[in-house]
């Protein structure tokens, strides 16, 4: 996932990890819904319960989405990462990438909890 969000294109990034297409896509739309997920206020075990994934994986994408967000490089990843979810999740927010934007940092305590 990481080198997803430095910008690495999915071919690329599977070809390097010896990884298929549809797994890289896979792993960068279950990074999608954990971050909306952890922005609608759930916790990291009920996230990995919700989607079927570890919870070591949940906390790992979470950390990773705390580490990158707030890099001006990584915006326009992420703004395409977090497209990926169905339009009309898309309508009710998403959360927002830089820290310190118009929405309340206590809407991002659930991370401080990973």
Request: charged share 25%; no cysteine.
């Amino acid at each position: 996932m990481r080198l997803s969000l430095q910008g690495k294109e999915p071919k690329e990034i599977a070809r390097a990890g010896y990884h298929s297409l549809s797994s890289i896509e896979n792993y960068v739309t279950t990074f999608a819904r954990v971050v909306f997920l952890a922005h609608k206020g759930y916790g990291t075990e009920e996230i990995a319960f919700v989607i079927r994934r570890s919870p070591a994986l949940v906390a790992a994408y979470r950390q990773l989405y705390e580490e990158f967000r707030s890099q001006r490089s990584a915006q326009r990843r992420l703004r395409e990462i977090l497209a990926r979810l169905p339009a009309g999740l898309l309508a009710r927010g998403l959360p927002p990438l830089m820290p310190g934007s118009a929405e309340s940092s206590a809407r991002w305590s659930p991370f401080i909890a990973v």
